[in-house]
């Protein structure tokens, strides 16, 4: 606890509660400021030092009876550098530190983030103390181009709670966000719009209990320029120059924060140029989905500067909207933004709504030498207020909102084969993708993000499980993706078929019957994530979904199913033949034959072509083709070897070449004779034009011959 004498005020900075300032009278005495913080602190200690720049000026007594009988009692929070090893021993190192930093960019409002590690050593000779000298080495610096604000600065000073708690728009609200940097370093270092800090959590470098300083380039610009060493590490890096701390004013934020060579009370990690290159490592590992769901950052980039200054890019990655309408993602932004505010206002109006929108990704890893792109289909939905009552109380009581975003991948278009995504997983994202593994797989064809309830240390959804039946955070995840997820999905779709048939001309990066890959397989989909599957196909499949092999968008009642090798002369004429019938063929994916076998109804048929089908077809149509494609399509009407439903059909080849009709015979003038070795065409004089066509298949003359022996409707 420290003390600062200021005319009429005691101004107390504790350990614990921060400021507390008393006004008192010029002669007000020891005893006098002891009862103060005895009746304001309210807290069980034995002995609160009051210090002033790092000097002793007093000790105060605050005797507590609870232990002696009645009197003051209560729980006490630990000294600030067990809190903050607590945090760390809970959340792991790696990646997630420096995606806690693009989310606190993304709170701010920024468009670009950079990391840098930098070898170089500063000068030691002006410092605020001789203590700091350790700090003026190695560092990872942090830029983004957003300054911070007032409610910023003093975030990131209330360590045991965020102030972004009651802004769901924040994505930062989640996780141990800042603090996460204690993994790296001990003394983190700020250079924001006109002020420096620096932060100490083991409070031994700016005075005893002092956790950091803060300067104001405007008014203490004489004190800077004395430490000149001290502020030299913020100078020459991302835009920062001298002349940026003359004219008071940094336009972004600037982190610095010095490697931990030895160990600390705070960490015994120790950090070198290894362990943050493999920092940035992990982060290139989904680097190229990390800006999918973001709104403000659209570039992120890796440096290296070595200990001669010289810097180089490493890694990079970017993301640009539609190419064709340059407004087209920031309009639907700002329609989500309006959705959210209209929610947040109370407003009722139980409808859910989505906008779509293109995001070209390009990574470029120049270690690699290698540069990649993709293009993503985003649709973003916001549920409206009254649409489910559970879900506006749980919305209500934990600050969230009914956001869902999913992207669908269009293609690699480094790939020669359009829409080309081998090897694509689906996984869950709170805004920024989660960590990988099994808790983050979905088994769905897109990536799906949402305002989830996370695990405390942000590494997983929550679920309902036994012990936390009743864990609110898990109720409204299951509620947002049983009411909200099902339409965002379903728009989804739709949209990309309709671009599909729009864009066509425009050279969209899907072909209509690679819309197919984003319908989730029931097999493949996690039990999480099973209850999209009912809404969003009871609605998707009263749709236009199914292209014909005619290029028509048509219902599953319009369609005929085709499972043959189009590629086969007898598949493709039995598919021509049934379009020139009028018949709407389709050809779809073993998914959507999943979904047609578990999701339409058992009163609705789902038409296949087979054998059958053909049959009933060539009854109300006669073939008009060639003599060849009517022998396909008798071969194919054969292949079930129903024979008895061969009468009627006008498939049965004579030697003339021409086909008689399939016949049940009544009298000897009614018969077709297949001739044989034994029995030649020769012994049948006058009935030439009565023998059956003899340089059939074998396939097709032996089911004939069985035909004869079945119904007797072939002699």
Known sequence: MSLVKTEQRHTLRHDYIGLRSYEVSPFTSVQDVKQLLYEETN????????THNGRVVLSVILEGRGLKGGGRFGQTTPPLVEFLKDILRRYPEGGQILKELIQNAEDAGATEVKFMYDEREYGVESLWSADMAQYQGTALYVYNDAEFTSEDWKGIQEIARSRKRDDPLKVGRFGIGFNSVYHVTDVPGIFSGDQIAMLDPHQTLFGVHESGHCWNVKTDHKEIAEMADQFAPFIGIFGSTEKTIK??????????????????????????????LELFESFKADADTVLLFLTSIQKISLHVRES????????QVTSTGNTDDKLERPNALKTVSQAVNSYSDGALTSKITCVTYKVNIETQDEMAKETQRMTW???NGVGGRGLCAELDSLADELKFMPTIGIALPLTLMNKEDKGATSGFSGQAFCFLPLPPGEESETGLPVHVSGFFGLTDNRRSIKWREVDQWRDPAALWNELLIITVTPRVYFTLITDTIKRVQTEKDQDFPLSPTGTYRAWPDPKQVKSRWKPILKPLYESLLQQPVIYSLNMSWVQ???AVFSDLDTDKDISATVINYLQGTGMQ???????????LAAYIAESSEVKKVTASLLRQVIRKNKPKGSSQEKLLLLEFALSDANYSDLIGLELLPLQD??????????SEKDAIYIASEEYPRSLYPGLQGRFMLENLKPSVMGSLKKAVKTRGNVT
């Open 43 to 50: 807290l069980p200690v034995i002995e609160q030092r009051l």
């Open 247 to 276: 004219d008071s004013s940094f336009p972004g934020t600037l982190f610095r924060f010095p490697l931990r060579m030895k160990p600390s009370q705070l960490s015994c990690n120790i950090y070198n140029k290894e362990k943050v």
């Open 308 to 315: 001669d200054g010289t810097e180089h890019m490493m890694f």
């Open 377 to 379: 289909l985003v649709c």
């Open 556 to 558: 599953v009642e319009q």
């Open 585 to 595: 063929v389709a050809k779809v994916s073993m998914v959507v034959d999943a979904v």
């Open 657 to 666: 070449g021409t086909f008689t009709t399939f016949t049940s015979p009544v």
